[in-house]
């Protein structure tokens, strides 16, 4: 593999192959994982937008997309990941990780993705939605940001909302720690927005963002929903804020009514 890990090259169909099935028949055995709606994802490029959740670890992210891996698999799906996944984990795992899909996250990478023929997964709250506290694990997070929808926009490609809940429960984060993530200054310094206090094993108590941490079994669903096309709004589109903010409030409201359903009629852990 030529690229370095986190750019578009370092994408490894072989290796996607073979370990792809592995890492999900692992996943949902322990998790009783479902993956649902890939019925409604276009033949094409498309963008994927959802929530995660359960720290660092984000255990649906690695259920979606290696699910789609083996359930879907055309076109390949990358997935767009903060910096500390290429510059903090250990380089092998990053390696992996990018052999499987995953992007280091910028719209210059995203676009070029897109254009490339590849469908694109991101998750617009970042680490805000990944560490949100566990009472507010049933919100959607997006954090006030909408590059996203300004990315679909420029790329014209439908939009696919995606859907999931149980990550959350894998761990219990008590507070974000965004005010002390602010006072250390790792907003600025590492794009690090929140600085999560967590109850979790084998841990106990942790202050910060987990190393790693053995996940209680909760029931994970991951729900893909029809898309929104890009041909409801007009070329440009990505320029004017009206579209953008339509696009992101359509997105948003989509994605919080399927979670709102699917917690009503889940009980915590069991699913």
């Known amino acids: 593999?030529?690229?370095?890990?986190?750019?578009?090259?370092?994408?490894d169909p072989a290796f996607?192959?073979?370990?792809?099935?592995?890492?999900?028949?692992?996943?949902?055995?322990?998790?009783?994982?479902?993956?649902?709606?890939?019925?409604?994802?276009?033949?094409?490029?498309?963008?994927?937008?959802?929530?995660?959740?359960?720290?660092?670890?984000?255990?649906?992210?690695?259920?979606?997309?290696?699910?789609y891996h083996v359930l879907r698999g055309?076109?390949?799906?990358?997935?767009?990941?903060?910096?500390?996944?290429?510059?903090?984990?250990?380089?092998?795992?990053?390696?992996?990780?990018?052999?499987?899909?995953?992007?280091r996250a910028s719209r210059?990478?995203?676009?070029?993705?897109?254009?490339?023929?590849?469908?694109?997964?991101?998750?617009?709250?970042?680490?805000?939605d990944a560490e949100r506290p566990f009472a507010r694990r049933h919100q959607i997070e997006f954090a006030g940001r909408t590059g996203w929808a300004r990315l679909a926009l420029e790329a014209r490609v439908p939009v696919v909302p995606v859907v999931a809940i149980g990550g959350h429960e894998t761990l219990v984060v008590l507070t974000d720690g965004r005010r002390l993530a602010r006072a250390l200054g790792l907003d600025r310094r590492l794009r690090l927005q929140v600085v999560p206090v967590s109850l979790c094993l084998p841990f106990g108590l942790f202050v910060g963002p987990l190393p790693g941490y053995?996940?209680?079994?909760?029931?994970?669903?991951?729900?893909?929903?029809?898309?929104?096309?890009?041909?409801?709004?007009?070329?440009?589109?990505?320029?004017?804020?009206?579209a953008v903010a339509d696009l992101d409030a359509r997105v948003r409201a989509a994605l919080q009514s399927c979670l709102d359903a699917m917690a009503?009629?889940?009980r915590p852990l069991l699913g």
Do not use: C, K
């Open 214 to 242: 053995l996940p209680l079994p909760a029931q994970i669903t991951v729900r893909a929903l029809p898309p929104l096309p890009a041909e409801r709004y007009p070329v440009g589109a990505h320029r004017d804020p009206a």
């Open 108 to 128: 210059e990478r995203a676009l070029a993705a897109l254009r490339a023929g590849f469908a694109l997964q991101v998750y617009p709250g970042g680490d805000f």
């Open 74 to 103: 055309s076109p390949p799906l990358l997935v767009l990941a903060h910096d500390l996944m290429f510059d903090a984990y250990p380089r092998p795992l990053a390696r992996a990780l990018a052999r499987l899909g995953a992007l």
């Open 264 to 266: 009503r009629a889940r």
């Open 16 to 67: 996607a192959g073979r370990h792809g099935p592995r890492l999900f028949r692992a996943l949902s055995a322990y998790f009783r994982a479902r993956v649902e709606g890939l019925e409604h994802l276009p033949e094409g490029p498309f963008l994927g937008v959802g929530n995660h959740s359960g720290g660092t670890l984000m255990p649906d992210t690695l259920l979606w997309g290696s699910g």
């Open 1 to 11: 593999m030529s690229a370095a890990p986190g750019e578009l090259g370092s994408y």
